[in-house]
């Protein structure tokens, strides 16, 4: 199993030097169409408490309800290194659906799941429309 050991936003950036690159640019689109979203090193749930363990760069705070009923701290966008690709998970809804299914097959990403997508690299991407999606996610998260 793939998993990222760092323990600081700068040691997850340097985790990868090949991809580095498209997690600054990332960085940089997030900058310019979502500002109110603050990046933060998400280090994940500890063992043994309901959620998540995944790290991941994070953009803005949210909180999703575990089985227990428990509220745990997640990222509006989270951005996730995986063995193969880059992962963005999104944790705004939209008509209580996922927010990213009208953008399925216009981002230029390798594979959409139910609310995250990914891309082997930023060059990859259809930067209007993931621009698009990112202020949408921002303005909707700022309500």
Do not use: C
Request: proline fraction near 7%.
């Amino acid at each position: 199993m793939f998993r990222v050991t760092a323990d600081t936003l700068e040691a997850y950036l340097d985790f990868d030097p090949d991809r580095r690159p498209d997690l600054v640019k990332f960085h940089q689109l997030m900058r310019a169409t979502a500002p109110n979203l603050k990046r933060y090193f998400h280090r994940g749930t500890p063992a043994g408490e309901p959620g998540m363990r995944m790290k991941m760069i994070g953009y803005g705070r949210s909180h999703y309800p575990t089985k227990s009923g428990e509220l745990v701290e997640w990222p509006v966008i989270g951005l996730a290194l995986q063995k193969n690709y880059i992962s963005v998970y999104v944790s705004v809804r939209k008509a209580g659906k996922p927010i990213t299914q009208p953008y399925a097959g216009k981002l230029g990403e390798l594979r959409m799941g139910e609310n995250n997508f990914s891309f082997a690299r930023f060059a990859d991407l259809n930067i209007p429309a993931l621009s698009s999606l990112l202020a949408e996610v921002a303005a909707r998260a700022a309500r």
